[in-house]
């Protein structure tokens, strides 16, 4: 396999300004049907020296993409024109309470190192998430599981404690991985999974090899490439100039300030999806001042959610409304009435809190999402006309999620959202969950929450949520000023489909199986 592509040459390259970068013309064009060949390489963000193959820690783009997709496989997959399909399930059924569901399993699979995949796999992959001491994202989809069994080789049952309509769309979350049983420490520590690409090389922050798997169960119809290099570039003027410079074919998270320079390239193009992304500023709800909900409330009204959209996604987005429902959710609360940039209302709840003025900080970084750091400081300008005093703490990319996020008081932070909202709620901001970063509670929120996951009726359903989302806008921990489109990019050296996936970044983070050589 050619391994040429270098991260610290890419850093080099970043160094020097992306104006004075060229790309040698291109005379491919875009492919109507996928070919196997050529190997795809990738400069990605949101890479962290302490990832790992372990499914329950990945919370950002780099493991997210070469998790499932890549050498990891989930039981279902959302697709990308949004269709929920069996990956290494077959078929499903429920119980007409949707209490009990059954999955038949495909028969012709192997992990990387000859072992069959079957129904003990299924099973000891989801007890990860539940055994003592696990620390897991994913620890809320799987608990409510309280029996699990095997009915055959090819054949598991689950027993949840209350229904869940959307139960096979959980399966497909990138956390929940399948691992071989009795192995799986090794799996982790080396990267065994039934994925299209088994590892040749990774060095946890820097960079990963994979080399395509042969008689596998997608051929034909997912896999095209040969090979993956992807190399881990947290800066963004570097991501960019590995592009621009032939480095890499597709790099994630456009950086808006050069964007009319990536267009202007005839070898780059663009690829920008609407989906449930959105940035916030999450307050920890169990430490002062933010315990005062009049001091969250002066909050809500200091920022200005047009002012971001319009600096710092340079319109690819929308404004927020501070409750994670995005516009391609199904329940998404359009007539929410919308919080408002207010000084004089925001100095009001001030005042209600017992204060003249609040000084905080507010921890952020380009890691949480690009233009954290400048949203912040207009955060900053905004909230002084209502004597909020934020200082804006510039914290290291390296290590943010695991040094910053969760654990400072106030910190920036991305969230790609979840195809389904019981899915985004019971993840971010179900009481006691290991990401509810805002460690808000809510007894109202939690009996709707429970209600609607039951619920199979779609009226009573859009009720529940909706009422979900004014909750968490009027009274949470989170400020969400605004919705953000997925714009990644690639050179014209490689194509894909006629969709692409709005559920993470990278066409739904399955790029590596999705596109091919032009």
């Given at each position: 396999?050619?391994?040429?592509?270098?991260?610290?040459?890419?850093?080099?390259?970043?160094?020097a300004?992306?104006?004075?970068t060229?790309?040698?013309s291109?005379?491919?064009?875009?492919?109507?049907?996928?070919g196997?060949?050529?190997?795809?390489?990738?400069a990605?963000?949101?890479?962290?020296?302490?990832?790992?193959?372990?499914?329950?820690?990945?919370?950002?783009?780099?493991?997210i993409?070469?998790?499932?997709?890549?050498?990891?496989?989930?039981?279902?997959?959302?697709?990308?024109?949004?269709?929920?399909?069996?990956?290494?399930?077959?078929?499903?059924?429920?119980?007409?309470?949707?209490?009990?569901?059954?999955?038949?399993?495909?028969?012709?699979?192997?992990?990387?190192?000859?072992?069959?995949?079957?129904?003990?796999?299924?099973l000891?992959?989801?007890?990860m998430?539940?055994?003592?001491?696990?620390?897991?994202?994913?620890?809320?989809?799987?608990?409510?599981?309280?029996?699990?069994?095997?009915?055959?080789?090819?054949?598991?049952?689950?027993?949840?404690?209350?229904?869940?309509?959307?139960?096979?769309?959980?399966?497909?979350?990138?956390?929940?991985?399948?691992y071989?049983?009795?192995?799986?420490?090794?799996?982790?520590?080396?990267?065994?999974?039934?994925?299209l690409?088994?590892?040749?090389?990774?060095?946890?922050?820097?960079?990963?090899?994979?080399?395509?798997?042969?008689?596998?169960?997608?051929?034909?119809?997912?896999?095209?490439?040969?090979?993956?290099?992807?190399?881990?570039?947290?800066?963004?003027?570097?991501?960019?100039?590995?592009?621009l410079?032939?480095?890499?074919?597709?790099?994630?998270?456009?950086?808006?300030?050069?964007?009319?320079?990536?267009?202007?390239?005839?070898?780059?193009?663009?690829?920008?999806?609407?989906?449930?992304?959105?940035?916030?500023?999450?307050?920890?709800t169990?430490?002062?001042p933010?315990?005062?909900?009049?001091?969250?409330?002066?909050?809500k009204?200091a920022i200005?959610?047009?002012?971001?959209?319009?600096?710092?996604?340079?319109?690819?987005?929308?404004?927020?409304n501070?409750?994670?429902?995005?516009?391609?959710?199904?329940?998404?609360?359009?007539?929410?009435?919308?919080?408002?940039?207010?000084?004089?209302?925001?100095?009001?709840?001030?005042?209600?809190a017992?204060?003249?003025?609040?000084?905080?900080?507010?921890?952020?970084?380009?890691?949480?999402?690009?233009g954290?750091?400048?949203?912040?400081?207009?955060?900053?300008a905004?909230?002084?006309?209502?004597?909020?005093?934020?200082n804006?703490?510039?914290?290291?990319?390296?290590?943010y999620?695991?040094?910053v996020?969760?654990?400072?008081?106030?910190?920036?932070?991305?969230?790609s959202g979840?195809?389904?909202?019981?899915w985004?709620?019971?993840?971010?901001?179900?009481?006691?969950?290991?990401?509810?970063?805002?460690?808000?509670?809510?007894?109202?929120?939690?009996?709707?929450?429970l209600?609607?996951?039951?619920?199979?009726?779609?009226?009573?359903?859009?009720?529940?949520?909706?009422e979900?989302?004014?909750?968490?806008?009027?009274?949470?921990?989170?400020?969400?000023?605004?919705?953000?489109?997925?714009?990644?990019?690639?050179?014209?050296?490689?194509?894909?489909?006629?969709?692409?996936?709005?559920?993470?970044?990278?066409?739904?983070?399955?790029?590596?199986?999705?596109?091919?050589?032009?």
């Amino acid at each position: 396999m050619d391994t040429h592509l270098n991260r610290r040459t890419v850093l080099k390259t970043g160094a020097a300004t992306v104006a004075a970068t060229a790309l040698t013309s291109l005379s491919a064009s875009a492919a109507s049907t996928p070919g196997r060949g050529g190997t795809l390489r990738m400069a990605v963000a949101g890479a962290n020296t302490s990832d790992s193959w372990d499914g329950r820690t990945h919370s950002d783009s780099f493991m997210i993409v070469h998790g499932h997709g890549v050498v990891f496989d989930c039981l279902t997959e959302v697709t990308a024109n949004g269709k929920l399909v069996g990956e290494l399930a077959e078929s499903w059924s429920s119980s007409p309470d949707a209490k009990v569901w059954t999955f038949n399993l495909r028969k012709d699979v192997t992990f990387h190192n000859g072992k069959p995949f079957g129904a003990d796999d299924v099973l000891a992959s989801l007890q990860m998430h539940t055994a003592e001491g696990a620390k897991s994202a994913a620890k809320p989809i799987v608990e409510p599981i309280i029996d699990m069994k095997k009915l055959g080789e090819h054949r598991v049952e689950f027993t949840l404690a209350s229904g869940n309509a959307d139960f096979p769309y959980l399966m497909s979350d990138y956390h929940i991985l399948m691992y071989p049983a009795g192995m799986i420490e090794q799996a982790i520590a080396e990267g065994i999974g039934t994925g299209l690409y088994r590892v040749e090389s990774f060095d946890p922050g820097v960079r990963f090899v994979g080399s395509r798997v042969e008689d596998h169960y997608k051929d034909g119809k997912a896999g095209w490439f040969d090979g993956i290099e992807s190399i881990a570039v947290n800066d963004s003027s570097a991501r960019m100039n590995a592009l621009l410079t032939g480095e890499v074919d597709v790099v994630n998270r456009v950086d808006f300030k050069i964007e009319a320079l990536l267009r202007a390239n005839p070898n780059v193009e663009i690829f920008e999806v609407t989906g449930n992304q959105h940035f916030t500023f999450a307050m920890r709800t169990d430490t002062d001042p933010f315990t005062d909900i009049n001091v969250r409330k002066a909050l809500k009204h200091a920022i200005d959610r047009q002012e971001m959209v319009d600096k710092i996604l340079l319109g690819h987005g929308a404004i927020g409304n501070d409750h994670p429902i995005g516009p391609a959710n199904q329940y998404y609360h359009a007539e929410l009435e919308q919080l408002e940039y207010d000084p004089d209302k925001a100095n009001f709840y001030l005042k209600e809190a017992g204060m003249a003025s609040l000084d905080v900080d507010l921890s952020a970084s380009e890691a949480a999402f690009p233009g954290a750091v400048d949203a912040a400081q207009l955060y900053q300008a905004s909230a002084k006309a209502a004597g909020i005093n934020i200082n804006v703490v510039q914290e290291s990319a390296d290590g943010y999620w695991s040094n910053v996020w969760l654990k400072k008081p106030w910190s920036a932070v991305y969230w790609s959202g979840r195809a389904t909202e019981d899915w985004m709620f019971s993840t971010n901001y179900e009481q006691g969950v290991p990401w509810n970063d805002t460690f808000w509670e809510n007894a109202r929120f939690q009996e709707l929450l429970l209600l609607g996951r039951a619920e199979l009726d779609s009226n009573r359903r859009r009720s529940i949520y909706h009422e979900m989302q004014e909750i968490v806008s009027a009274e949470g921990g989170t400020i969400v000023p605004m919705y953000a489109n997925y714009v990644d990019a690639n050179s014209t050296r490689v194509t894909h489909g006629p969709d692409i996936g709005n559920l993470w970044q990278l066409d739904g983070s399955r790029i590596a199986e999705r596109w091919w050589m032009a």
